[in-house]
């Protein structure tokens, strides 16, 4: 069973920055494509960013391009979301998910083709 657990979240500023880490256990990320998902209470869950499986194409969402950024690193089975210049707007609960369902050159924002969820950490954005 996919077994992912996130870490980074924590209090910023607006216009601060936060690096999220999303690490594997149980399998390797290689063959998954990975995506951040956010979600604030009552609100509906949104989807962030996603990289693919192999030649890291990247997707993300109106709201965070140009701010945030998604990488991988296979060697140490952890998918990152950098995330800068802040809003308040970016407070939620943040997730990470992978699907090993889709070809390997594409990602998508949408949580009903992810398989494996880890538990989520608060990003918090306030003066």
């Known amino acids: 069973q996919v077994q992912l657990v996130e870490s980074g979240g924590g209090l910023a500023q607006p216009g601060g920055s936060l690096r999220l880490s999303c690490a594997a256990s149980g399998f390797t990320l290689d063959y998954y494509a990975i995506a951040w998902f956010r979600q604030a209470p009552g609100k509906e869950r949104e989807g962030v960013a996603c990289?693919?499986?192999?030649?890291?194409?990247?997707d993300y969402a109106d709201s965070v391009k140009g701010r945030f950024t998604i990488s991988r690193d296979n060697a140490k089975n952890t998918v990152y979301l950098q995330m800068n210049s802040l809003k308040a707007e970016d407070t939620a609960v943040y997730y990470c998910?992978?699907?090993?369902?889709?070809?390997?050159?594409?990602?998508?924002?949408?949580?009903?083709?992810?398989?494996?969820w880890g538990q989520g950490t608060q990003v918090t954005v306030s003066s």
């Open positions: 998910a992978a699907t090993m369902r889709l070809m390997s050159k594409i990602c998508v924002l949408y949580g009903g083709d992810y398989d494996g």
């Open positions: 990289i693919s499986s192999q030649y890291e194409n990247t």
